[in-house]
Structure formats: structure tokens, C-alpha cells
T-cell receptor, first 109, second 114 residues
Framework: GQNIDQPTEMTATEGAIVQINCTYQTSGFNGLFWYQQHAGEAPTFLSYNVLDGLEEKGRFSSFLSRSKGYSYLLLKELQMKDSASYLCAVSDSNYQLIWGAGTKLIIKP | IAGITQAPTSQILAAGRRMTLRCTQDMRHNAMYWYRQDLGLGLRLIHYSNTAGTTGKGEVPDGYSVSRANTDDFPLTLASAVPSQTSVYFC?????????????FGPGTRLTVL
């Protein structure tokens, strides 16, 4: 079967760094997405990785290891507005997205 | 309009009633999707459409139907609603259904079936 695992909830302090992990087992792999979802709102795109390595985009970075079926999202210089759920999704062999349940990130002052 | 719109924003529905959730995009995207999001579960694909005139079944299609008469609109119909269809429904679109194409989401419809 297909499976995406992420921690349910994480807590971090404003100004700090947090790493959100995602492991996956899917039928085929055509890239991995990270989305941000604030409570009561729609998911919004953060990053896409298809090759191994680190992609940096401002305060957010995303890493992929295809051999390990593993990705992480790194958030630096945390701000209160970063409090949200972070969703990991893998594009499978049919280019359909398989979604993790999301990690709720709580930022404390 | 900019992006994807969904209607209604929320709805309370009696079990057994028929309901259509509307979705319209103005980005001229070829692919469109319907997901449901339930607490503790990831987004689950209900139906999708790669281009106008074609539709396909996702992971949880039972009890739902869709049509794609044109590029912009992708309505989702519940023929006879049941309480297990209580959920938040998101419509999304992408340029194509391919590996690098980002999906853009509408604001969602919160549906409660009693």
C-alpha cells in the first residue's frame, strides 16, 4: 500500500529552527511537495523536490533522499505566522498526489 | 475572479438529500481535482479530470459523481448524502496532471450531513 508518515504535532519557539520530517512508501515516485495550511484555510504550495538534495527558498528549505524515502522541511527564524499545518505529498506513478495527514506546528513566543 | 472559487462556503444537509458543490477556476488549467479532508487523515482524492470532457476516479469515489463540460467548471455531486460524507471538500487545479505541476486549491466547502 501507499503510505506517508509525518509527526502529528510539533512545538517550537519564535526565532528558532524546526525540522518537519516526512517518510513515504508509494507506488512510483514523481516528486514530493510540501504545502502549508493555516487553520480553516486552503493548502498553499511551499516547495517541490524531485532530485536528491536541498532546495532553499528564503526561510524555508526542503530536502529529499529518494533512496531512503525521506524528506524534511526546515523552517528558520520562526515567526508566529508560521503556526500552521504542514502537509507532505508524493506524486505517484500516475501523477496523483498521495498526502500525509499533516504536521501541526505550534509556535510559542 | 482570480484563482479557484467554491460554493457554498458551508452547508448543513439532511441525509438522503442531493447536493452539488460548485468549483470554478479562471487559470485555464487543464487538470482539476476534488479532495476531502477529515481530521487525522490526509487529503483524499475523490475524482479528477485531466481535461475537459474526461473524468477519473480517485481513492474514495463512492457516493460522488463529477462532470467536466468545460475547462473552467468541475462540479461535485452527492446523489444521496450520508453522515460519513461530513467533511471539508477542496477543489484544486493544475496546468496538467504531471509530476512538476503545482496544484492550487480553492477555499473549501464545509459540509455537514445530519
Amino acid at each position: 500500500g501507499q503510505n506517508i508518515d509525518q509527526p502529528t504535532e510539533m512545538t517550537a519557539t519564535e526565532g528558532a529552527i524546526v525540522q518537519i520530517n516526512c517518510t513515504y512508501q508509494t507506488s512510483g515516485f514523481n516528486g514530493l511537495f510540501w504545502y502549508q495550511q493555516h487553520a480553516g484555510e486552503a493548502p498553499t504550495f511551499l516547495s517541490y523536490n524531485v532530485l536528491d538534495g536541498l532546495e532553499e527558498k528564503g526561510r524555508f528549505s526542503s530536502f529529499l533522499s529518494r533512496s531512503k524515502g525521506y524528506s524534511y522541511l526546515l523552517l528558520k527564524e520562526l515567526q508566529m505566522k508560521d503556526s500552521a499545518s504542514y502537509l507532505c505529498a508524493v506524486s505517484d506513478s500516475n501523477y496523483q498526489l498521495i498526502w500525509g495527514a499533516g504536521t501541526k506546528l505550534i509556535i510559542k513566543p | 475572479i482570480a484563482g479557484i472559487t467554491q460554493a457554498p462556503t458551508s452547508q448543513i444537509l439532511a441525509a438522503g438529500r442531493r447536493m452539488t458543490l460548485r468549483c470554478t477556476q479562471d487559470m485555464r488549467h487543464n487538470a482539476m481535482y476534488w479532495y476531502r479532508q477529515d481530521l487525522g487523515l490526509g487529503l483524499r482524492l475523490i475524482h479528477y479530470s485531466n481535461t475537459a470532457g474526461t473524468t477519473g476516479k480517485g481513492e474514495v469515489p463512492d457516493g460522488y459523481s463529477v462532470s467536466r463540460a468545460n475547462t473552467d467548471d468541475f462540479p461535485l455531486t452527492l446523489a444521496s448524502a450520508v453522515p460519513s460524507q461530513t467533511s471539508v471538500y477542496f477543489c484544486a487545479s493544475s496546468e496538467r496532471q504531471s509530476e512538476a505541476d503545482t496544484q492550487y486549491f480553492g477555499p473549501g466547502t464545509r459540509l455537514t450531513v445530519l
